[in-house]
């Protein structure tokens, strides 16, 4: 719970307070004291040293009322200061102590004791374990550097102090700019949530910051992280995250196609997707990903690239193109004419490259260009210093032209040596700058594809609801029987291939007699059919179909066989699994084998709408099959649509069923219909 004493605090203890700045307790007195901290500053060390500025004691029995304790002692006398803390009226904590939930059984207890007193007292906690808080009012961090405030930067939520320091060192030599940072530690009480909570709540329109990034290492309680993003998404912030931890390497339980091809990584970029929230693969894309955020908005796919360099242009043309971004031909009379004002064997096709000898001069010819052509949405330049001449008059237009310009304009300027002043002063005046270009060839699109968010924007599909809850209720743990599994997806609407369970040959002469060959049979029993050899397809005769079923009902496991009409088509796949408190994946891509062959899948966080499931369905890269090639027609796009909403709202009206696989669908232009459905019931 974030509150009042956390973030306008009038009184703020150190405890463990020192005069060496050096360690902890005496870095982030000078950090308060140089940072403008107006309110009462106050010391505790049992030494009882004096300390220039600091209202210094020797023990909190000594102390007035307090609002805000920064605690920097060991872990284990930490517990008896904030009990004496919190008598003093203490309302917040921020505890850089190590030796709490990180340390092993007994540091987990010690944090679990932690919190349960701070919560007793209706207060909040940062950390432990964290290097702190900065905001306009304190900067309340033990570490360097402290950025400027700026109430149009960006806020940053970390669960590394490390690496939120070293975001910081990154980000500034890019202009990025900072209006508060929480650096959440073990998240023992307020985690990434709880903060996201407090700034979706407090968000002014023209006061707060717009811009959030975030380094991940838990998302302890994802239905508040989805419902506060998404909120502040749709008032109009902009969030980018890292989400680091999730190549685990433990085995899963899981028995489906989906439960098995589910990863932490999957989930997390499906959550993101569903917030609005554009992922990050690391510190770098984050950064460029928050330049970005602070530039004008882009608007459209085609980018003009201007440059002197040409290796760094091919190099970003490769990076914005191979990931959906446009790198538009130029060409035209003005185009003619563009050219003969630059230097000889230079080229305006796009990239536009006007050598080394390019000037200042040239560079505004060039932006005011392609600022008046309709088909160029971006434009980026990459400009560093060739050597030849002083930048700073081309960094001058640079400037004059961003802030002029409608469209957005992107700076690459990489000489950070040679012309390590002229960025400088570039930057001080209020700019960024990409120091890499495939960097923000990466980062740009990224931005550009992410839609907005779709939490509580889904109905669910019309269903049986009486009827899938009372199929439910009455399931135990472990796979539905073959013919409960189908009722209960014809129950959501779900078009099932006629079929029979046959157990007996009196069974399979029933089946033969109301189905027309060719048939397919399949093993019941094996969870995996194909590998126990227990599929066989376009049975054409009695003689056949009896063969067929006497050979699989000498498969091990093996409970009897169901008997199918023949379905030709396309082979289309939909899963979903349970994620724990992320609720279900859903999965969809190309069915039969070619699901683990291929692994051409896309993933959501259910329930999903028509056009989520469309974003799925169009991302594959096996979509152009969908579609139609050459003479071949494609499938029924919306019924494949309308399945993997189906499979979405199913596992969100029954949460107990834990791996739903529906492998294959068999589509064609006009129908589509579930060959094989399995179903996983979890209720424990």
Not at 611 to 622: P, Q, R
Request: glycine share 10%; proline share 4%.
């Amino acid at each position: 719970m974030i509150n009042k004493q956390l973030i306008s605090p009038e009184s703020i203890v150190v405890v463990g307070a020192s005069e060496d700045i050096e360690k902890p307790g005496g870095k982030v007195l000078l950090n308060l004291l140089n940072g403008g901290f107006t309110g009462k500053l106050y010391g505790v060390n049992r030494k009882g040293k004096s300390i220039e500025g600091v209202n210094t004691v020797r023990s909190i029995d000594e102390l007035p009322s307090i609002d805000l304790a920064i605690i920097s002692i060991p872990a284990e006398t930490c517990l008896e200061a904030v009990k004496g803390l919190i008598e003093k009226g203490a309302k917040a904590f921020i505890i850089f102590s190590s030796g709490f939930g990180e340390a092993g059984p007994i540091g987990k207890e010690r944090e679990k004791e932690l919190v349960a007193m701070i919560n007793q007292a209706n207060a909040c906690l940062i950390g432990p374990n964290c290097v702190g808080v900065i905001n306009q009012n304190y900067k309340g961090v033990f570490t360097s550097p402290i950025p400027e405030y700026h109430a149009d930067g960006c806020e940053l939520i970390s669960s590394s102090g490390a690496t939120a320091v070293f975001i910081m060192e990154a980000a500034l030599s890019t202009g990025l700019r900072f209006s508060s940072v929480y650096s959440i530690g073990n998240a023992a009480q307020t985690g990434v949530e709880e903060v996201l909570e407090y700034l979706d709540k407090n968000y002014e329109e023209g006061k707060s910051a717009k811009v959030k990034l975030l380094y991940l290492e838990s998302i302890k309680n994802p239905f508040k992280f989805l419902k506060h993003a998404s909120s502040l998404i749709k008032k109009g912030c902009k969030l980018a995250a890292i989400k680091s931890g999730h190549s685990e390497a433990g085995s899963r339980a899981a028995t489906s196609h989906t439960g098995a091809m589910a990863s932490s990584d999957t989930v997390i970029r499906a959550l993101f997707k569903k917030a609005g929230i554009v992922y990050c693969s690391g510190r770098a894309e984050l950064i460029s990903v928050g330049c970005i955020f602070q530039s004008k908005t882009l608007n459209g796919k085609n980018i003009a690239i201007v440059t002197h360099a040409g290796g760094s242009a091919v190099m970003l043309t490769d990076a914005l193109s191979s990931r959906g971004l446009q790198v538009p031909a130029i060409h035209g009379p003005e185009a003619d004419m563009l050219l003969t004002k630059l230097n000889p064997g230079s080229t305006v096709g796009n990239p536009i490259d006007f050598l080394a000898t390019g000037n200042a001069e040239q560079l505004g010819l060039i932006i005011d260009f392609c600022e008046g052509l309709s088909e160029i949405d971006a434009i980026i330049v990459v400009f560093g210093s060739p050597g030849l001449f002083n930048v700073k008059q081309v960094y001058n237009v640079l400037n004059q032209k961003m802030n002029a310009c409608s469209k957005p304009i992107y700076p690459v300027l990489p000489s950070l040596v040679n012309a390590k002043e002229e960025i400088e002063g570039f930057l001080a005046k209020g700019n960024i700058n990409f120091p890499d270009e495939v960097v923000l060839g990466s980062a740009l699109p990224h931005v550009y594809h992410c839609a907005p968010p779709s939490f509580e924007l889904t109905r669910l599909a019309r269903m049986e609801d009486a009827t899938i809850r009372g199929i439910i209720n009455q399931a135990t743990d472990g796979y539905l029987s073959p013919e409960t599994a189908r009722e209960l997806a014809l129950a959501a609407g779900i078009n099932m291939a006629k079929e029979f369970v046959c157990i007996t040959l009196e069974d399979l002469l029933k089946a033969k007699e109301q189905m027309m060959f060719p048939l397919a049979m399949k093993v019941i029993g094996p969870i995996h059919k194909t590998e126990v050899n227990g599929v066989s397809l376009h049975i054409n005769s009695w003689e056949k179909l009896v063969s067929e079923y006497n050979r699989m009902l000498k498969i091990p496991d093996s409970r009897g066989v169901v008997v199918q009409e023949m379905v030709e088509g396309e082979e289309l796949f939909v899963g979903a699994s349970r994620e724990g408190d992320f609720g279900h994946l859903i999965v969809c891509g190309l069915g039969g084998i070619h699901v683990e062959v291929l692994k051409d899948l896309a993933f959501g966080l259910a329930p999903l709408g028509k056009e989520e499931a469309l974003d799925m369905v169009n991302s594959l890269k096996g979509y152009p099959i969908l579609a139609g090639y050459r003479n071949r027609k494609g499938i029924d796009i919306d019924k494949f649509v309308d399945a993997i909403v189906r499979v979405a709202s199913l596992v969100h009206l029954a949460p107990e069923i834990s791996e739903l696989d529906i492998n294959p669908f068999k589509a064609g232009p006009d129908y589509l219909k579930a060959v094989d459905v399995r179903i996983r019931i979890t209720k424990k």
